[in-house]
């Protein structure tokens, strides 16, 4: 049984160019939740979803990101039009259920974003 | 507002000495308490969890932590380290009824010498 996948693994962009990061849950997992670490930080909440909907939002910023996970596929975190701040690790976990042994995450090896 | 605070942000420790990771959170509601380790370069691994039941909790490679209500802590410990403990440690909360999503610390750095 695969463990959550992401890739790429490192992306490096330019300023002002579009960056995406997918993230495959674990086989029967249907939440999805992007957590960013900056250098020397713990991991921030961005994002909560589940297939099709996105449940909690209120970690991402409000301009330029976005995230979705559709019926078929991975999820997807979009960042736009990218600046330097937006270099860090973006992970993705998945869990199985909600409700008391779904606060379990499973978490993938992140993408190191580099914004030049 | 919900927050988790490690109090040490490294650790350094030769190998076989017991070692202890602090946590403390705040929350004025039931919780669920984990740890994970982070080894370079790596994602999240999950070390262990409270999520009901017995307050020393075990977890795998010999860790283990209590969760202690009264002193909002859920301090992490091993009793003899190896070298290939070294790593970052991170505490999480998660608050009963939410959306599941973690609150963590800022991260203790186990560094393990010969």
């Known amino acids: 049984n695969a463990g959550v996948m992401q890739n790429p693994r490192h992306l490096v962009r330019r300023r002002g160019q579009e960056a995406r990061l997918r993230c495959s849950p674990m086989?029967?997992?249907?939440?999805v939740y992007w957590y960013r670490q900056l250098p020397e930080e713990g991991l921030k909440f961005m994002v909560y979803?589940?297939?099709?909907?996105?449940?909690?939002e209120s970690g991402m910023p409000k301009e330029r990101f976005s995230a979705e996970f559709p019926k078929e596929g991975p999820s997807i975190l979009r960042i736009q039009q990218v600046v330097r701040g937006d270099s860090a690790a973006y992970f993705c976990?998945?869990?199985?259920?909600?409700?008391?042994?779904?606060?379990?995450?499973?978490f993938g090896p992140g993408t190191r974003l580099t914004v030049t | 507002a919900q927050s988790v605070t490690q109090l040490d942000s490294q650790v350094p420790v030769f190998e076989e000495a017991p070692v202890e990771l602090r946590c403390n959170y705040s929350?004025?509601?039931?919780?669920?308490l984990f740890w994970y380790v982070q080894y370079p370069n790596q994602g999240l691994q999950l070390l262990l969890k409270?999520?009901?039941?017995?307050?020393l909790v075990k977890g795998i490679n010999g860790f283990e932590a209590e969760f202690n209500k009264s002193q909002t802590s859920f301090h992490l410990r091993k009793p003899s380290v190896h070298i290939s403990d070294t790593a970052e440690y991170f505490c999480?909360?998660?608050?009963?009824?939410?959306?599941?999503?973690?609150?963590f610390g800022k991260g203790t750095k186990l560094s393990v010498k010969p």
């Open positions: 999480a909360v998660s608050e009963g009824g939410s959306q599941g999503n973690l609150i």
């Open positions: 979803l589940q297939k099709e909907n996105i449940i909690d």
């Open positions: 086989k029967g997992h249907s939440h």
């Open positions: 409270y999520l009901s039941g017995s307050t």
């Open positions: 929350s004025s509601v039931s919780v669920y």
């Open positions: 976990a998945s869990s199985l259920l909600l409700g008391r042994t779904g606060h379990e995450q499973y």
